[in-house]
């Protein structure tokens, strides 16, 4: 049996916790980024003098771990400028879902970055720009010079600082931000 006074002891001593928790103001909810996932990115780089585009792939349907993702990469021309537009995809989905939308929509939130290794005989200039006037890569102008080979390494980066140092032109040292995808591509430069 609960005593009327220990009852009301009990009572009186809620009641103030309970009011002032619930007048608390909770902080507005953290809501995160709801990173896609991507499987798929493909390089499509068509000459401008005219001719096949050349078409360079990564598939990794199976994420990080497991298989090995799939990278396929055609010889590029000596001497040659080609106009070059990616495409990201999420094959898990049927039908796939086309991530580079998604991208196009928050351009001010990414940026791709197109680095050759040393001695690669390559540039890449942005061919488009976010509402701010930076770069964002989804079209670019790939060029070679000299034949020769070595790498390119694409990469998303979600959230860089645009007005960092070096990163107007594609630099991504000190563009911060997270990266969403990085792909090294095997480059052969042919006559």
Same mark, same amino acid.
């Given at each position: 049996?609960?005593?009327?006074?220990?009852?009301?002891?009990?009572?009186?001593?809620?009641?103030?916790?309970?009011?002032?928790?619930?007048?608390?103001?909770?902080?507005? &909810? $953290? #809501?995160?980024? /709801?990173?896609?996932?991507?499987? %798929?990115?493909?390089? *499509?780089?068509?000459?401008?003098?005219?001719?096949?585009?050349?078409?360079?792939?990564?598939?990794?349907?199976?994420?990080?771990?497991?298989?090995? &993702? $799939? #990278?396929?990469? /055609?010889?590029?021309?000596?001497? %040659?400028?080609?106009? *070059?537009?990616?495409?990201?995809?999420?094959?898990?989905?049927?039908?796939?879902?086309?991530?580079?939308?998604?991208?196009?929509?928050?351009?001010?939130?990414?940026?791709?970055?197109?680095?050759?290794?040393?001695? %690669?005989?390559?540039?890449?200039?942005?061919?488009?720009?976010?509402?701010?006037?930076?770069?964002?890569?989804?079209?670019?102008?790939?060029?070679?010079?000299?034949?020769?080979?070595?790498?390119?390494?694409?990469?998303?980066?979600?959230?860089?600082?645009?007005?960092?140092?070096?990163?107007?032109?594609?630099?991504?040292?000190?563009?911060?931000?997270?990266?969403?995808?990085?792909?090294?591509?095997?480059?052969?430069?042919?006559?």
């Amino acid at each position: 049996m609960i005593h009327a006074s220990r009852f009301r002891t009990t009572l009186i001593l809620t009641i103030p916790i309970l009011l002032l928790t619930a007048c608390q103001k909770d902080d507005d &909810p $953290v #809501i995160p980024n /709801e990173e896609e996932l991507i499987t %798929t990115l493909i390089l *499509t780089m068509a000459p401008s003098g005219g001719g096949d585009p050349v078409i360079w792939s990564f598939r990794d349907l199976d994420g990080d771990g497991g298989q090995n &993702p $799939v #990278i396929v990469t /055609e010889p590029l021309s000596v001497n %040659t400028e080609y106009s *070059t537009t990616i495409q990201l995809l999420n094959e898990t989905e049927t039908p796939a879902e086309d991530i580079t939308e998604e991208v196009r929509m928050e351009q001010e939130e990414h940026q791709f970055f197109y680095v050759a290794s040393a001695g %690669t005989d390559l540039i890449s200039v942005y061919n488009d720009q976010d509402a701010n006037g930076n770069p964002v890569g989804l079209q670019t102008t790939i060029s070679t010079g000299t034949a020769g080979s070595g790498t390119l390494t694409v990469t998303l980066i979600h959230l860089p600082d645009k007005t960092a140092p070096g990163v107007a032109v594609g630099l991504p040292d000190q563009a911060g931000g997270e990266t969403d995808i990085e792909v090294v591509f095997d480059v052969e430069i042919i006559q």
